[in-house]
């Protein structure tokens, strides 16, 4: 039984928050079922100071609002056709988030099938945030919500089963300096880590 972790976890720094996240579970109640996966991939993105972060220089729109509201809050976005998960992390107004890039199922692997297609591998399933998304049966619906309430919320879980390694962020040419950051944490040699290009 999954029960959502309490609203004070959100509350670290961004750079201390998507290391921490690594080994918790991502769970999601909808009618077809529950799913559930442990992170093992996140990327941090530090707000104002980050040119790959969407809310760079404080960059306030429609979609970024969330942002800046209090730790813990859903950012959902779209890329392509893709939804995309994040949390809000920080300070209330300071618009850090920490993106959920991979994550290793634990359960409802039939109906993450059901979503993304029996023809694929199993970590092809969810090794990256798209794919995530869509095995979990997340939408835009979700923006704005919280992580510690039902029905999508992260829970306690066992923690790393590898070694904890950071390196550069995926997807962020043209951004500068921010390209070499190292805000990528994910865990060593498992097979839901999103490929690095």
């Not at 890039?101 to 993304?116: F, H, I, K, T, W």
């Not at 995926?170 to 921010?178: D, R, S, Y």
């Amino acid at each position: 039984m999954y029960r959502p972790i309490g609203p004070g976890f959100f509350k670290q720094p961004v750079l201390e928050l998507a290391p921490a996240l690594l080994g918790q579970y991502i769970v999601h109640e909808t009618p077809e079922g529950l799913a559930a996966a442990r992170i093992v991939e996140t990327e941090a993105y530090h707000g104002p100071e980050d040119r790959a972060a969407h809310s760079f220089n404080n960059r306030r729109t429609k979609r970024t609002e969330v942002m800046f509201a209090d730790p813990g809050r859903i950012y959902t976005y779209q890329m392509h056709t893709h939804t995309l998960m994040n949390v809000v992390a920080g300070e209330e107004g300071t618009p850090h988030a920490v993106l959920i890039r991979g994550a290793e199922p634990v359960e409802g692997l039939e109906l993450m099938q059901d979503r993304r297609g029996w023809h694929l591998k199993i970590p092809d399933l969810t090794n990256g945030p798209g794919k995530l998304s869509k095995a979990l049966g997340v939408t835009m619906e979700s923006y704005g919500g919280v992580w510690y309430e039902e029905p999508l919320f992260i829970a306690p879980g066992p923690g790393l089963a590898g070694e904890l390694k950071a390196g550069p962020r995926v997807g962020i040419q043209n951004t500068g300096e921010a390209v070499h950051y190292p805000w990528r944490f994910f865990e060593e040699g498992n097979p839901f880590v999103s490929k690095y290009r």
